[in-house]
């Protein structure tokens, strides 16, 4: 009888490392077949609306923020349009130059698609 739960002991054991075994080469073979890329770069903030967190206008710099590819960013922005952009607005990136983005209002945005 002691024999028999032994066994039945040494048994479990392989069985639950060679599970572990196969599902961590398993999990390593689907990992390696992934391609995780959370670099931002500036081709893939053009035409992403965001919201204004400090108001600006032609003469000022202000911040907006957005959410790209499951992170939070905030962005120095400016515009060339006449108008003051105010807290909460959305606003829509058109291109990016020394670590600012240049950004358009809804309408303006619609008009040079």
């Known amino acids: 009888m002691k024999n028999q739960i032994l066994m039945l002991v040494y048994i479990s054991v392989a069985v639950g490392i060679f599970g572990g075994i196969l599902i961590v080469l398993l999990l390593s073979i689907f990992r ?23 108001a600006f206008d032609t003469n000022s710099r202000g911040k907006v923020s957005l959410n ?17 952009f105010s807290k909460g607005e959305k606003v829509f990136i058109i291109g990016m130059e020394n670590s600012q983005v240049w950004v358009v209002s809804k309408l303006s945005f619609h008009y040079h698609k």
């Open 68 to 84: 790209i590819k499951g992170s939070n960013l905030e962005l120095i922005a400016r515009t060339e349009e006449s108008t003051k």
């Open 32 to 54: 390696q077949r992934q391609v995780i890329n959370s670099l931002v770069s500036p081709q893939d903030l053009l035409g992403l609306p965001c919201t204004v967190e400090i």
